[in-house]
């Protein structure tokens, strides 16, 4: 019998480990800039056409390549950055594994155009689809210019796969952020179509953060510096009351790699505990410097999941530096002395005179029931208080019982339930979940209907916004006009907002668009449902009544009559469960 197993050629290799390397048009960036920066760039430009699916440029001043080096760089597991096994214990480069370039160039059209500092001639070389097409010198300046064209054009399905432009470009932006906030020493720019989406010259870490997220996040921020024998700590977090609802602000590193971490994460959160606004994500910007040996960056071929030898106590020592910085704040604020707005406080010279007592003056010769002796006397006040006050409390009983008859009995619990007796026992209602699911219905009638109801801001509202959120919003701009929006867009990191919604006059509109956006990227990759249901959920989420708030009579019943005029009224929009019923038999059994 022939023998069946094979040893696959190198291509087909290369495709199959591009599946893991190569997941879209952001990864390609991601592995161009880091390697950029391990040859010692200063100056690192990223270009971008149509998000990346045409083309991804990355051309840097760094240390170049030699015309051999050039070649062996797209052969499998080539690299630079180590040579024993021994070295994987000891990585402070961004790459190792030498399986990027390969990976790129087996799935995707790729020119090359390098020059080795102190060398006359550089080197072209052009592959497509594994294949070396040319191999040649040529004039080029000092560093590496990364050419990857038509990116899946030999893999149609996983081109297919790829999302609109806008979210790829998103997770372009996401990837560029990781790598500028690590690196804050170097110049970074970033095109698309030949638009300018960032421009961050070299500085220090709180210039860039600035330079990335816009300045009204300079206010926001709090150092933390703590140096231990088993890591080091720095960076910036972010004061409790600018705490946002989205996620986009939380970045964790180690010896300058960005990695997700969620048990660190929930070190963070716990720090904040009982001083963050509900619903609201910290922000922070993390570094820890810790010995290579102790950690592992060789989870996945993405290096983002990083194993700690000793997890538990970092957890520790990272809790109770936020906890040191946020006590730091909070006890000791800035003052401004200056200020001549300060409080005049009297001061009373040893000159002046001491204020007089007030005077009480008593009565001690008044008696109540002069006259008569002290019972009868008594007797008589009680029978004529309750012979001038007897009719009105019968009017404010009457009128009570006659509510009681003519109305539901509705009480509110902590501001977050509306119980209701019924006849087999008392019924809870969840009331944001409830208002989520009256809303939802309405704005999606309004999204499938075509009709929209918006109300005109007379003062415009104008505010910062991540550009990958600013890319977020214009992908379902249609909708969001639908739903009431006005928007307009003065530069790539702002919106200004001159038309909202009818019924939200009372929301405050940046939380409402934090709410909007993150929960619509939560759902975003959910196949079940199609995009107007989904912004129709998102909006729902963040115009609904908040938990806390205190509703009337009238509101509660109002709400609950609403409510069971819905399609689906026993659950949210997200299928989270709006109403129970406490029975009569489970009540009787509390009380045994």
Not at 51 to 75: C, H, N, P, W, Y
Not at 333 to 348: Q, T
Not at 406 to 425: A, D, E, L, N, Q
Not at 568 to 579: E, F, H, M
Request: proline share 5%; aromatic share 8%; glycine share 4%.
């Amino acid at each position: 019998m022939a023998d069946v197993i094979k040893l696959l050629p190198d291509s087909v290799a290369n495709q199959i480990a591009a599946g893991e390397v190569i997941q879209r048009p952001a990864s390609v960036v991601k592995e161009l800039m880091e390697n950029s920066v391990d040859a010692g760039s200063h100056n690192i430009k990223v270009i971008i056409k149509d998000s990346g699916k045409t083309l991804v440029q990355v051309i840097d001043d760094g240390s170049g390549m030699s015309e051999t080096d050039a070649r062996l760089s797209f052969e499998r597991h080539a690299t630079s950055k180590i040579t024993t096994a021994q070295d994987l214990f000891a990585i402070r480069t961004k790459g190792f594994r030498g399986e990027a370039l390969a990976s790129i160039a087996a799935v995707a059209m790729v020119e090359l155009r390098t020059r080795k500092n102190g060398s006359e001639t550089g080197t072209l070389i052009i592959i497509n689809g594994s294949k070396v097409d040319s191999q040649e010198p040529c004039s080029s300046p000092e560093g590496s210019s990364f050419s990857v064209k038509n990116l899946f054009f030999n893999i149609p399905a996983r081109r297919k796969f790829l999302k609109s432009d806008n979210t790829e470009m998103r997770h372009i932006i996401n990837e560029f952020q990781k790598i500028a906030l690590a690196h804050h020493d170097v110049k970074f720019l970033l095109y698309h179509n030949d638009n300018e989406v960032y421009n961050l010259p070299a500085g220090n870490l709180r210039q860039r953060i600035i330079n990335v997220f816009g300045k009204q996040i300079n206010q926001e921020l709090i150092g933390i510096d703590t140096e231990t024998t088993l890591v080091k700590i720095k960076g910036f977090i972010g004061k409790p009351e600018n705490a946002r609802r989205t996620y986009g602000e939380q970045f964790f590193f180690v010896n300058n790699r960005f990695m997700k971490h969620p048990y660190f994460h929930k070190a963070v959160s716990e720090a904040y505990q009982n001083i963050l606004p509900a619903e609201a994500i910290p922000s922070y910007f993390i570094f820890m410097e810790t010995d290579p040996a102790s950690i592992d960056v060789n989870i996945h071929p993405t290096k983002t999941e990083i194993k700690f030898e000793d997890e538990r106590s970092i957890w520790q020592i990272l809790m109770a530096s936020v906890r040191e910085a946020l006590g730091r704040f909070n006890i000791v604020p800035s003052l401004d002395f200056k200020n001549e707005a300060l409080i005049d406080i009297p001061v009373r010279s040893a000159s002046s005179e001491i204020p007089e007592m007030p005077i009480i003056r008593i009565n001690t010769e008044f008696n109540p029931f002069e006259g008569d002796a002290p019972e009868q006397g008594r007797q008589r006040y009680f029978e004529r208080f309750e012979k001038e006050n007897s009719d009105n409390w019968e009017k404010l009983y009457t009128g009570i019982n006659r509510e009681e008859e003519s109305s539901r009995k509705f009480f509110h619990i902590k501001g977050k339930y509306i119980v209701c007796p019924v006849i087999s026992g008392l019924m809870l209602i969840d009331q944001k979940r409830a208002h989520e699911r009256i809303l939802y219905e309405r704005y999606l009638d309004s999204l499938i209907n075509n009709r929209s109801v918006s109300q005109a801001d007379l003062f415009p509202v104008t505010m910062e916004i991540n550009p990958a959120d600013l890319l977020l919003i214009k992908e379902i701009e249609a909708e969001l006009s639908l739903l009431g929006f006005s928007l307009k867009y003065p530069d790539n990191k702002s919106i200004t907002i001159t038309g909202r919604p009818s019924g939200t006059e009372d929301s405050d509109l940046r939380t409402m668009l934090e709410i909007l956006i993150e929960d619509y990227k939560n759902t975003q990759s959910d196949p079940s449902t199609g995009a107007k249901e989904k912004v129709a959920a998102a909006m729902a989420c963040a115009s609904a009544i908040p938990y806390g708030k205190k509703l009337s009579h009238d509101e509660m019943e109002n709400l609950f009559d609403t409510l069971f005029a819905c399609k689906a009224p026993n659950y949210s929009p997200k299928g989270r469960t709006v109403i129970t019923i406490l029975t009569l038999e489970e009540i009787d059994k509390r009380f045994k």
